[in-house]
């Protein structure tokens, strides 16, 4: 698994991880930018946003 410095080197560099980024509601990806230095790479992008979408159902 590859790791960048944070959310924004990772949307930029991984295509797949930018359009799932820009794929989730706005108020997931206000919550994850507010946690950018700790979103490294695809899959703690994933972790997160599962985790802060579940509070949805």
């Known amino acids: 698994m590859k790791h ?3 959310l924004y080197a990772l ?5 797949e991880a930018g359009a799932y980024f820009t794929s989730l509601p706005d108020y997931v990806r206000n ?3 507010t946690r950018a ?3 490294n790479s695809f899959e703690s992008l994933k ?3 599962e985790n802060l979408l ?4």
């Open 31 to 33: 919550q994850i930018e």
């Open 4 to 6: 960048y410095p944070d």
């Open 54 to 57: 579940r509070g949805d159902d």
């Open 37 to 39: 230095d700790s979103v």
């Open 47 to 49: 972790d997160y946003a």
């Open 11 to 15: 949307c930029e560099q991984d295509s």
